[in-house]
């Protein structure tokens, strides 16, 4: 019946990928310029933070608004505000980074827009930012939304702290309006080994099979 149908597809193709908060972005981290100074928006424990420092020899400072993952970032990173990069005003030299980075941020923010329209401030005539976002339109959740469900879960695109939700139009309709021009976008899933043809089926159709975006622009 429909129930077993959707069983199997569950299994098959999964919402939720193997990312955990003590995880951090291959995909992104591969785009950013070694020695370049970098402003990580939602670095969460820092792994991120703490990689660009490590082997690429970054200058990172990062906000994060959770305090026991301040406590862990903070160790991994060279500056570290704890705050809700909503409300805050950030001590930072305005164009004194190369790239601000929004690694699966923009999705949890009452107004994503105000906080890209805000970065512009601190990015160098020549800097980008590098965004993760997710895709609403993954294949799983348009099957749940067939079959009259909308489950929220741990994390993936449904992730129960989201407040946003992207499709490719409306994400890139959102980078453009705050004044930005994409110069690359791509589908990207980082899933289990086990779930290896969504890697390629993510990029080659995008809408459809990537769990996230990754998109970078620079200012226009």
């Known amino acids: 019946g429909i129930s077993g149908f959707w069983k199997g597809m569950r299994e098959r193709i999964p919402i939720q990928t193997n990312i955990r908060y003590d995880d951090f972005n291959q995909r992104i981290f591969s785009m950013v310029k070694p020695e370049s100074r970098v402003l990580d928006i939602g670095a969460a424990t820092g792994r991120l933070a703490g990689n660009l420092k490590a082997r690429k020899k970054c200058y990172v400072a990062a906000v994060e608004i959770d305090n026991d993952m301040s406590?862990?970032?903070?160790?991994?990173?060279?500056?570290?505000?704890?705050?809700?990069?909503?409300?805050?005003?950030?001590?930072?030299?305005?164009?004194?980074?190369?790239?601000?980075i929004?690694?699966?941020?923009?999705?949890?923010?009452?107004?994503?827009?105000?906080?890209?329209?805000?970065?512009?401030?601190?990015?160098?005539?020549?800097?980008?930012?590098?965004?993760?976002?997710?895709?609403?339109?993954?294949?799983?959740?348009?099957?749940?939304?067939?079959?009259?469900k909308f489950d929220y879960s741990e994390y993936g695109p449904l992730d129960k702290t989201h407040l946003r939700f992207f499709t490719l139009k409306t994400a890139k309709e959102l980078i453009e309006d705050c004044g930005y021009r994409i110069v690359h976008l791509e589908g990207y899933n980082q899933v289990k080994a086990r779930y290896f043809l969504l890697r390629a089926l993510g990029k080659i159709f995008k809408t459809l099979f990537a769990t996230d975006f990754i998109i970078k622009a620079v200012i226009k």
């Open 102 to 148: 929004f690694a699966d941020v923009l999705e949890h923010l009452r107004d994503p827009a105000k906080v890209l329209r805000k970065s512009r401030e601190y990015l160098k005539d020549d800097g980008n930012v590098l965004i993760s976002i997710p895709n609403i339109g993954f294949i799983s959740v348009r099957l749940q939304l067939l079959l009259g």
């Open 71 to 100: 406590r862990q970032a903070k160790a991994r990173c060279d500056e570290l505000v704890c705050g809700d990069i909503e409300s805050i005003e950030l001590p930072f030299a305005k164009k004194s980074f190369d790239t601000v």
